[in-house]
């Protein structure tokens, strides 16, 4: 954990700190107001659907049975997510590792997670990984970081709820984590991620306040321990990587969504605008 709060750190004390581990701890991401719009949000949404339902723009997925129910697309779900797409808490220290002459940032995922008792998401990641989201590199002073994640406590996430770990300078290891060396039935030949939700070497937990935010890079080893207490874990994770990457699934902005975001907000979401010849533009849009 940093020895003194965000908001005291120096911009050139966050970007060593964020080299050297990996991840910083942002206090007070969303403010009092955005967290209860958010969580009344979860409380109002149908019960039991089942994944592959669209509740609007938003589609309702899982990775798989122990990680929880995403809302997939969130920043579609309304004003507080469209909010927190350029959120003034990270977007400049995220761009300071993504942008260059090359590259703007976009959001390649977001969504918002639920997660009841019993559930954790296995280890995953590190820097061994040949990934472009996995790429942490600096030249000469320019960055290039693949994926950047911002992990928001939509309530307190202590002892029990089941945290987000890390290891931390584990985004600079050229040497495969111990656990992901271990067979697993499920991913016999996987070095990526390991679905047990075993203690690993190395990893701290990473307990929030409500409101408070997890700025890591995704090349950094993580995961999310077992809930061992009653209730579900509610987070909200914008994930920002190059306008090189592809989206990960692909969600098409929708028209409405787009003519109400401001010019900035536009230039995250839809960085490359489509281009085509204007009868199928005028076939597109008839």
Not at 29 to 42: D, H, P, V, Y
Not at 229 to 235: A, H, L, M, Q, T
């Given at each position: 954990m940093n020895q003194k709060p965000f908001s005291q750190l120096t911009e050139e004390e966050k970007e060593y700190l964020f080299d050297l581990n990996g991840?910083?701890?942002?206090?007070?991401?969303?403010?009092?107001?955005?967290?209860?719009?958010?969580?009344?949000?979860?409380?109002?949404?149908?019960?039991?659907l089942p994944t592959g339902t669209w509740l609007g723009n938003v589609e309702l997925h899982t990775y798989g049975k122990s990680d929880g129910l995403n809302y997939q697309n969130i920043i579609e779900g309304g004003k507080v997510f469209e909010e927190?797409?350029?959120?003034?808490?990270?977007?400049?220290?995220?761009?300071?590792?993504?942008?260059?002459?090359?590259?703007?940032?976009?959001?390649?995922?977001?969504?918002?997670?639920?997660?009841?008792?019993?559930?954790?998401?296995?280890?995953?990641?590190?820097?061994?990984?040949?990934?472009?989201?996995?790429?942490?590199?600096?030249?000469?002073?320019?960055?290039?970081?693949?994926?950047?994640?911002?992990?928001?406590a939509l309530q307190d996430i202590g002892p029990g709820d089941g945290p987000t770990v890390v290891v931390p300078g584990s985004h600079k290891s050229h040497e495969i984590h111990p656990v992901l060396r271990k067979p697993d039935p499920k991913r016999p030949n996987s070095v990526y991620r390991s679905d047990k939700p075993d203690e690993t070497l190395g990893a701290i937990e990473v307990r929030l306040k409500a409101g408070q935010a997890l700025m890591f890079t995704d090349s950094l080893l993580h995961g999310g321990c077992s809930r061992t207490?009653?209730?579900?874990?509610?987070?909200l994770i914008y994930r920002y990587s190059p306008h090189t990457m592809v989206p990960r699934y692909n969600y098409i902005p929708s028209p409405e969504f787009l003519a109400r975001l401001t010019p900035e907000r536009r230039s995250i979401v839809q960085v490359v605008v489509p281009r085509m010849a204007p009868s199928a533009q005028k076939s597109a849009t008839s």
């Open positions: 991840y910083l701890i942002i206090d007070n991401a969303l403010n009092s107001e955005q967290l209860a719009w958010i969580n009344r949000w979860i409380d109002s949404q149908p019960q039991d927190i797409i350029d959120n003034p808490s990270w977007i400049e220290l995220v761009r300071k590792f993504i942008a260059n002459e090359f590259n703007h940032v976009t959001i390649n995922e977001c969504f918002l997670n639920v997660r009841g008792q019993g559930g954790f998401i296995g280890i995953h990641s590190g820097g061994h990984v040949a990934g472009f989201p996995s790429t942490f590199r600096s030249h000469t002073g320019a960055w290039l970081v693949g994926q950047i994640n911002i992990l928001m207490n009653p209730g579900d874990r509610r987070i």
